[in-house]
């Protein structure tokens, strides 16, 4: 079955580096997306990675996909107060012949000052 | 921006009333969706949109309905609504392999 599974909270320090993992589970999967949602607002879609590639790269912004261990990562360096909001991590799948994405339950980022 | 709106942004209900949740977007795409939010479940998808009056069902399709008469506007619809339905609705397009969604609709079904 389909199935995204990210952590639920993680928090850091303004200036260090936050790294928000997920795992997915098709392999098939063409592109893996990460949202930013800040609160009261919708998702706000912040990067993506084609599964041929094992990482990208997007100012402070880095994605690594292990598509043999089925693993994404967003790294965003520097995190600022700014950067405090929740990121989901979706996956693409095939449903007969209809593409649709399924969600991670989201990671709550808080960055103190 | 995708230049997409929901309205109402916000709606309180009573058990066993009707309900419809509007999506409006303004650049023709061909593909639309409705999703909920709910705490610990990430966005289900409830239903989609692939053409004018062409629509299907996503996962947790119970109790909602949807209608497509014109490319621009996704009518949701909660024919009966229950304190279950109480959620965040998020409208969504799809532009090239990409969602994008709108600003979401809090509903709380008292």
């Known amino acids: 079955g389909e199935d995204v599974e990210q952590s639920l909270f993680l928090s850091v320090r303004e200036g260090d580096s936050s790294v928000i993992n997920c795992t997915y589970t098709d392999s098939s999967s063409t592109y893996l997306y990460w949202y930013k949602q800040e609160p009261g607002a919708g998702l706000q879609l912040l990067t993506y990675i084609f599964s041929n590639m094992d990482m990208k790269q997007d100012q402070r912004l880095t994605v690594l996909l292990n598509k043999k261990d089925k693993h994404l990562s967003l790294r965003i360096a520097d995190t600022q107060t700014g950067d405090s909001a929740i990121y989901f991590c979706?996956?693409?799948?095939?449903?007969?012949?209809?593409?649709?994405?399924?969600f991670g339950t989201g990671t709550r980022l808080l960055v103190s000052p | 921006d995708a230049g997409i709106t929901q309205s109402p942004r916000h709606k309180v209900t009573e058990t066993g009333t009707p309900v419809t949740l509007r999506c409006h977007q303004t650049e023709n795409h061909r593909y639309m969706y409705w999703y909920r939010q709910d705490p610990g479940h990430g966005l289900r998808l409830i239903h989609y949109s692939y053409g004018v009056k062409d629509t299907d069902k996503g996962e947790v399709s119970d109790g909602y309905s949807v209608s497509r008469s014109k490319t621009e506007d996704f009518l949701l619809t909660l024919e009966s609504a229950t304190s279950s339905q109480t959620s965040v609705y998020f409208c969504?397009?799809?532009?090239?392999?990409?969602?994008?969604f709108g600003p979401g609709t809090r509903l709380t079904v008292l």
């Open positions: 979706a996956e693409i799948t095939m449903n007969t012949g209809f593409q649709k994405l399924v």
């Open positions: 969504a397009i799809r532009r090239r392999d990409t969602q994008y």
